[in-house]
């Protein structure tokens, strides 16, 4: 029998190796590629990798107490709660894509947050301000990780919270990347005198290494581990938090907390080079993740070289996903008061109407290298994406093939953006192949600022649009759209490869250009992961390209139209990709290097 006590010893037996890596398993797969401490694990019976070690490590623990992979990715969540609170926490919201090997079946359950239903939405602020109390929108994290928990669970969730409060109250050193951001965030964090007790000690930023205790936070996760859902939403800290936003102007009510619920859906589902990808359904950016794998499926890019090297490959890639970018950026929003043509945007005829644009018409008579005598083939970039009306596209799913996803057939429902680039990312498997893909956040980093029994409160109502006719528009219990994309890709009814980031916009592109370098090019997920990154945009011609382009990759794309600027290496600003490869019977677990996420397997 299982019992508390039992995962926590283990919990703490792990926390005192915590920074003294041991290497992880060395096979056949790995020998031409040393694994890295932490960042490359290799593993045979679960694997876990977050944005934080720590949290990783509880992750890992679950699933050698027996915990699945959800119970693992819960417990992992809880963690990063704790020692990313600027990325998520009990105040955010997010989503987690759940795939059954037993059933064959895929499952997906949003709980992002949602706007109070307060009638007169003039009453919130449609102004970007990070630090306005009209941010917080109805937090979801906590009931979402306990819906997923009671539908899918195996342990107790005594068990699944406890490492969480064993690390808030005693503490943990910073990590330098959160004493970065608190450093930055300062202002922010001195707007109320609790979080600058705790994160700025007589008036000083916490410093890397520096031990940071949560005590409050830890109270409320205990409440929530003896109460459930109702040890958040209703009681003490539901009555703080009303409170709380009341007094900043927040019309947020007690009643709305109640009223949350998470909501279970049927993924967006595509194929791509025979392998089928499942992904998040709107309000979430899954069809994008869809969308430009079948724009580049005709293309054999493996043949064409790298994008880092060679042109044509590159503009491919950026093309595809400015198409992509534009038609999220045009359709996408909250379906239950919105009409999103997802069916049309994924389907292959409205794909065939698009590949016209990866391929433009040719303008002889450019110098080559400064050498008038020489000229290329240029393919003329456009200035801006068009965008064309998916909704005119019958309204099938031809192409997609909903069986491939589930052996049940469950079906599939039709259900000016912000530049958000603070969430973090969870990638799960466990002994039977089972897997979770989760992605939550609490917006900005620390939120709106709002400082509630622990927690930061989310940031998520000025995601909204302005704009009242746009699929966006702010409106009385409605989910903002969001760039989260969390996929799990299937081979021969088996989990391939499992997928998310964090970074904001560029979470559905650095998620796809990962996916095309393991399966298009065969890289090992490592290379994969430290590819440099491309960020094209969708209204200009302006491409950002991280460091280790080529020069004559810059000198091509200005010759056909780009605007190539060039990016730090390992930027945050390409996100945090955590991938799991599942392949010839091993799990390789990742952590992108861009972040201090590692990854831990077994």
């Known amino acids: 029998m299982i019992t508390s006590h039992s995962i926590l010893y283990s919990f703490l037996f792990l926390l005192t190796f915590l920074f003294i890596q041991c290497a992880p398993q060395y096979n056949k797969i790995s020998e031409t590629l040393p694994p890295d401490q932490g960042k490359r694990v290799v593993g045979t019976n679960g694997m876990v990798v977050s944005a934080h070690p720590l949290a990783s490590e509880v992750g890992l623990t679950v699933l050698q107490a027996g915990g699945n992979a959800v119970d693992a990715a819960v417990a992992t969540a809880f963690a990063l709660g704790v020692v990313e609170p600027m990325m998520g926490g009990l105040g955010g919201s997010g989503s987690m894509l759940i795939w059954n090997q037993q059933n064959g079946r895929a499952e997906y359950l949003d709980f992002y947050a949602r706007s109070p239903m307060h009638p007169d939405t003039s009453v919130l602020n449609y102004t970007y301000d990070d630090m306005s109390p009209l941010g917080a929108a109805v937090p979801g994290t906590v009931a979402g990780l306990m819906e997923a928990h009671e539908r899918f669970g195996k342990l107790s969730r005594e068990d699944l919270l406890q490492p969480a409060i064993t690390i808030a109250e005693n503490g943990f050193p910073v990590h330098g990347l959160l004493s970065r951001v608190i450093e930055a965030e300062s202002e922010k964090l001195s707007l109320y005198h609790r979080p600058a007790e705790i994160f700025l000690p007589e008036g000083e930023p916490l410093r890397a290494g ?94 064409m070289g790298l994008p880092t090297r060679s042109y044509e490959p590159m503009h491919l890639l950026a093309t595809s996903l400015r198409i992509s970018t534009a038609d999220r950026n045009r359709f996408l929003g909250d379906p239950d008061h919105y009409p999103i043509p997802v069916s049309g945007i994924v389907s292959m005829e409205y794909v065939e109407k698009r590949l016209p644009e990866l391929e433009t018409e040719i303008i002889p008579e450019i110098q080559n290298h400064g050498n008038p005598s020489q000229s290329i083939d240029v393919r003329n970039v456009h200035n801006k994406c068009v965008i064309y009306d998916p909704y005119q596209n019958p309204d099938t799913n031809t192409g997609l093939s909903l069986s491939a996803y589930s052996l049940r057939d469950i079906g599939y429902d039709d259900s000016t953006y912000r530049d958000e680039t603070q969430t973090t990312h969870i990638s799960v498997i466990d002994s039977e192949g ?169």
């Open 210 to 303: 520096e031990i940071l205790r949560q005590p409050e936070l830890a109270e409320t996760l205990r409440k929530i581990q003896q109460q459930g859902r109702d040890g958040f939403y209703k009681g003490e800290v539901a009555s703080e938090m009303i409170g709380v936003l009341h007094e900043l102007g927040n019309p947020m009510t007690e009643e709305d907390l109640i009223l949350f619920e998470p909501k279970w859906k049927r993924p967006v589902c595509g194929v791509y080079r025979d392998h089928v990808v499942l992904s998040a359904p709107p309000p979430q950016s899954g069809f994008q993740i869809i969308q430009t794998l079948h724009l580049l499926d005709g293309y054999d890019l493996g043949s």
């Open 434 to 602: 089972n897997a979770v893909a989760l992605t939550f956040t609490v917006g900005v980093y620390f939120g709106s600022g709002v400082w509630v029994a622990g927690s930061f409160l989310n940031s998520s109502q000025h995601i909204f649009s302005g704009d009242p006719e746009s699929p966006n528009a702010l409106g009385p219990g409605r989910i903002p759209r969001s760039t989260t994309t969390p996929t799990i890709i299937l081979s021969d009814g088996n989990v391939r490869l499992i997928a998310g980031a964090a970074g904001g916009n560029r979470i559905p592109t650095s998620v796809i250009q990962n996916i095309v370098y393991v399966i298009a090019y065969g890289m090992d997920p490592i290379d994969a992961i430290r590819m440099p990154r491309l960020f094209p945009f969708a209204s200009s011609p302006v491409l950002d390209l991280e460091h280790g382009f080529s020069g004559d990759i810059y000198q091509s794309a200005r010759a056909h139209g780009y605007q190539p600027v060039s990016r730090d290496p390992f930027s945050l600003y390409f996100g945090g990709v955590h991938l799991i490869e599942q392949r010839g019977g091993y799990y390789i677990g990742v952590a992108d290097p861009r972040r201090d996420g590692e990854a831990r397997g077994y």
